[in-house]
């Protein structure tokens, strides 16, 4: 199993600025997810963050605007930059199930609202 | 990407059985089913997956029909905690760990 821990839990920003969300995990993991979950919405990929190399992004999703970092095996942050209203939602961080057959583990998600 | 097919909503008593459909008719032979559920301002937790066989564990059982083309999430005994966005995801090898999550279900449970 994985803990994962996100901060901010949540946070109200201005529109313009730019929200850095951290996610540490407490075991060594190769690959990270970020996702995202509009108000009453499913959950989106945005990424795959690999250690060591660039992140992969999603469709519609563009490193411009949610750049990631992977400095270690155990540690991402996802900045959501020049941020909007329509970027309010719940950003998760996500470890683990790689092998079809395996679990994967999330953060409790940072609840972002852009005033 | 394989989709799957969820009801929106369900209702349930306290204590009772629950059964949660899914339909995946375009499941091939090696996806997986996965089921995760949300609780509200929760991340999404995992229940149980499968390939061919039903699986049971402590949470939940999963029934896969004969031709997989469709699954059954059953909560034996529901109770007011198990109130949750449940999930049905396929899980195919090429896709690096990604989960594709559809709408779910929302499950309510009357006391």
């Known amino acids: 199993s994985a803990v994962i821990s996100q901060k901010p839990s949540r946070d109200i920003c201005q529109r313009g600025t730019s929200l850095t969300i951290q996610c540490q995990v407490d075991?060594?993991?190769?690959?990270m997810f970020w996702y995202r979950q509009q108000p009453g919405q499913s959950l989106t990929l945005i990424a795959t963050?690999?250690?060591?190399?660039?992140?992969?992004?999603e469709s519609g999703f563009v490193i411009d605007k949610f750049p990631i970092s992977r400095p270690n095996l155990t540690f991402s942050t996802l900045t959501v930059s020049n941020m909007s209203p329509e970027d309010s939602s719940i950003y998760l961080c996500s470890v683990g199930g790689l092998f079809m057959n395996t679990e994967a583990f999330f953060g409790q998600g940072t609840r972002l609202t852009v005033v | 990407d394989a989709k799957t097919t969820q009801p929106n909503s369900m209702e349930s008593n306290e204590e009772e059985p629950v059964h949660l459909p899914c339909n995946h008719s375009?499941?091939?032979?090696?996806?997986?089913i996965h089921w995760y559920r949300q609780l509200p301002s929760q991340g999404p937790e995992y229940v149980i997956h499968g390939l061919t066989s039903n699986v049971n564990n402590r949470m939940a059982s999963l029934a896969i029909a004969e031709d997989r083309k469709s699954s059954t999430l059953i909560l034996h005994r529901a109770t007011l905690r198990d109130a949750a966005v449940y999930y049905c995801?396929?899980?195919?090898?090429?896709?690096?760990?990604?989960?594709?999550f559809g709408q779910g279900t929302e499950l309510s449970v009357k006391p």
């Open positions: 075991s060594q993991v190769t690959m």
């Open positions: 375009t499941i091939s032979g090696t996806d997986y």
């Open positions: 963050a690999n250690q060591g190399s660039e992140a992969t992004y």
């Open positions: 995801i396929l899980r195919a090898y090429n896709q690096g760990g990604k989960l594709i």
